[in-house]
């Protein structure tokens, strides 16, 4: 049991001062200066629109298109309108696209997905280029020789099966229908609404990594745009020095890529599932738990967890009920495998938390298990703050603990996915990877940890400033002054100082070496940007 403060700040959000407000106005991804905005001309603007293709579309602030483009996905950005914006329909519009911008002197800067940026850095006052329209999924099996399967309980794999090709505008949800209809499958992450292209070039964890690998990691070339309008195809045989800072230095670095092809598996079969809930008054042991657990199925690639404590609500009674700890996750074996490795786990809480627990673990088709896993939060207004946790740096009690009584202090907003934090499961296949091999330098810590806040579009500015001081503190509680040096590049942090380090390591100084080969002027650039 977790002492619980006796006098919780009822009206923390009230007290603040306005001296945090500086930090609701974040810096766009790239913001030109407003005269260059106003330099560009009508004609300039007809250039642009007559060089691009049928499919595609200009909208400039008047249209009516536009709204609902300029909006990125975390609404903390909303305010960053960009001056137009090409929905481009192929890699020729991204090219000229991209010539035009140079040529008037404003930035262009790519949105695929919704725009999940946790930073906002695709968010522009220049040219947006949304890559939405780009939807083209195909896939080519590869003749049987070059395949292998294998059987992992109920569930037989033939990796490397074959390749499939996707637009940058795909979302994770886009390749569903592969998975439920041919069994094809591509390692993602859990929101169905994340850019495949955000995604793989920062990385990419999801429910599989462990078992085949980060996305990234089964990139096997891609499409890019560079600065002066060059296209190039980057794999390990051509351009092998951008192909690998494409797999994990991040997005709208190098280029506006066009196009990605993954290897897929092939599946026949089903995994096993589980779905784990407790009160908060379990949060010791079952950290604790997780943490061993991870620790013993490090190599044990069939294996994924995620784990992590949350609450919602707008008042304290509301934030203190809903405060649970909870874990989530899916194996690629037999069922009693799952259920020898989770036993620990489904031994904690109340009777009813334990036959609820155990009642979740069950088979399920992959397809199914992708749906039970999936989820979009947080939505509309959201910061988070990551850590890379290795075997030294897990978690004690003591700051779990901590981490759990701040839970109980969130100021609280409308937002219904609340505060927390989550942490994902390293190992198997992900840390076979030697950190230099690919731009994603991650591998060998056994979780990544990503605490996080929300609020609602219509929740007024202090509660805004609330929650990120919240952040803050949450953060700060549990690591003090002495914070873990790594992070992930996949939920920036615009307040981490030292980014270069945190995100990519000892592989920083080889980035900049492709930044400046490829993009000698800078042109995709933003405050955490490869070379800023
Ligand atoms: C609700 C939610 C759930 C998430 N879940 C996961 C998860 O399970 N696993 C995980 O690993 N991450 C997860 N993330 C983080 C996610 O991977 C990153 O936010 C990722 O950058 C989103 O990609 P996007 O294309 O959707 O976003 P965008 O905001 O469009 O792009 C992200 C960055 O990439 C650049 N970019 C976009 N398209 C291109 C392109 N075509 N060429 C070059 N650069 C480009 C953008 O300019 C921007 O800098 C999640 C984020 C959110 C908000």
């Known amino acids: 049991m977790i002492n619980r403060r006796g006098v919780l700040r009822a009206g923390t959000v009230g007290a603040l001062g306005t001296g945090m407000v500086g930090l609701l106005s974040p810096p766009a991804a790239a913001a030109p200066p407003a005269e260059a905005v106003e330099r560009v001309s009508r004609r300039d603007w007809a250039r642009l629109a007559d060089a691009l293709s049928p499919r595609s579309t200009l909208y400039l602030p008047v249209d009516s298109g536009y709204p609902p483009l300029a909006l990125p996905f975390n609404h903390?950005?909303?305010?960053?309108?960009?001056?137009?914006?090409?929905?481009?329909?192929?890699?020729?519009?991204?090219?000229?696209?991209?010539?035009?911008?140079?040529?008037?002197?404003?930035?262009?800067?790519?949105?695929?997905?919704?725009?999940?940026?946790?930073?906002?850095?695709?968010?522009?006052?220049?040219?947006?280029?949304?890559?939405?329209?780009?939807?083209?999924?195909?896939?080519?099996?590869?003749?049987?020789?070059?395949?292998?399967?294998?059987?992992?309980?109920?569930?037989?794999?033939?990796?490397?099966?074959?390749?499939?090709?996707?637009?940058?505008?795909?979302?994770?949800?886009?390749?569903?229908?592969?998975?439920?209809?041919?069994?094809?499958?591509?390692?993602?992450?859990?929101?169905?609404?994340?850019?495949?292209?955000?995604?793989?070039?920062?990385?990419?964890?999801?429910?599989?990594?462990?078992?085949?690998?980060?996305?990234?990691?089964?990139?096997?070339?891609?499409?890019?745009?560079?600065?002066?309008?060059?296209?190039?195809?980057?794999?390990?045989?051509?351009?092998?020095?951008?192909?690998?800072?494409?797999?994990?230095?991040?997005?709208?670095?190098?280029?506006?890529?066009?196009?990605?092809?993954?290897?897929?598996?092939?599946?026949?079969?089903?995994?096993?599932?589980?779905?784990?809930?407790?009160?908060?008054?379990?949060?010791?042991?079952?950290?604790?738990?997780?943490?061993r657990i991870a620790v013993n199925t490090l190599h044990d690639k069939r294996f994924h967890l995620r784990v992590g404590i949350g609450t919602h609500g707008t008042t304290r009674d509301q934030i203190h009920a809903n405060a649970n700890v909870n874990a989530i996750g899916q194996y690629y074996g037999p069922l009693d495998g799952l259920l020898a490795i989770l036993a620990p786990l489904l031994a904690i809480g109340t009777a009813e938390e334990r036959a609820g627990n155990s009642a979740s673990v069950r088979e399920v088709t992959p397809g199914q298990a992708s749906v039970l896993l999936s989820a979009t939060t947080p939505v509309e207004k959201f910061a988070a703050k990551s850590a890379v946790l290795h075997s030294r740096t897990l978690l004690t009690d003591e700051q779990v603990g901590a981490a759990a009584e701040r839970l109980l202090d969130?100021?609280?907003?409308?937002?219904?996915?609340?505060?927390?934090?989550?942490?994902?499961?390293?190992?198997?296949?992900?840390?076979?990877?030697?950190?230099?091999?690919?731009?994603?330098?991650?591998?060998?810590?056994?979780?990544?940890?990503?605490?996080?806040?929300?609020?609602?579009?219509?929740d007024p500015p202090c509660v805004a400033t609330a929650n990120l001081h919240w952040l803050r503190e949450f953060y700060h509680d549990i690591y003090g002054d002495t914070p873990p040096r790594d992070s992930y590049q996949n939920f920036p942090d615009p307040t981490l100082k030292d980014w270069r380090r945190a995100y990519y390591g000892a592989n920083y100084d080889r980035l900049v070496r492709v930044k400046r080969k490829y993009d000698p002027t800078d042109f995709f650039s933003y405050p955490q940007g490869i070379g800023s």
Not at 129 to 158: D, H, Q
Not at 198 to 224: A, H, N, Y
Not at 441 to 455: D, K, P, Q
Request: include cysteine; glycine fraction near 14%.
């Open 410 to 458: 969130w100021p609280g907003s409308d937002n219904p996915d609340g505060a927390g934090f989550a942490m994902f499961a390293l190992g198997g296949e992900i840390n076979q990877v030697p950190s230099g091999a690919t731009a994603f330098v991650h591998r060998n810590g056994v979780f990544i940890l990503a605490a996080e806040t929300s609020w609602a579009d219509y």
């Open 76 to 291: 903390r950005y909303a305010g960053i309108r960009p001056a137009g914006i090409v929905a481009c329909a192929t890699t020729g519009d991204a090219r000229e696209a991209i010539r035009w911008a140079r040529s008037v002197g404003l930035p262009a800067v790519p949105r695929s997905g919704l725009g999940h940026n946790y930073a906002g850095y695709s968010a522009t006052t220049g040219l947006l280029l949304n890559m939405a329209r780009m939807k083209r999924i195909v896939s080519a099996p590869l003749p049987g020789a070059r395949s292998r399967t294998r059987s992992y309980g109920p569930i037989k794999v033939t990796h490397g099966a074959g390749t499939v090709t996707v637009g940058a505008g795909v979302t994770n949800a886009d390749l569903h229908p592969l998975l439920e209809d041919l069994g094809r499958f591509v390692p993602t992450g859990r929101c169905p609404t994340v850019g495949v292209a955000g995604l793989v070039l920062g990385g990419g964890i999801g429910f599989s990594d462990k078992m085949f690998g980060l996305t990234c990691d089964r990139l096997v070339s891609t499409t890019v745009v560079l600065a002066d309008g060059r296209v190039v195809e980057a794999s390990q045989d051509a351009h092998p020095d951008l192909f690998w800072g494409c797999r994990g230095g991040a997005g709208n670095n190098f280029g506006v890529h066009t196009s990605f092809t993954f290897q897929y598996e092939q599946f026949q079969g089903n995994v096993g599932f589980y779905q784990l809930r407790w009160s908060l008054d379990s949060v010791l042991p079952v950290l604790a738990t997780a943490q």
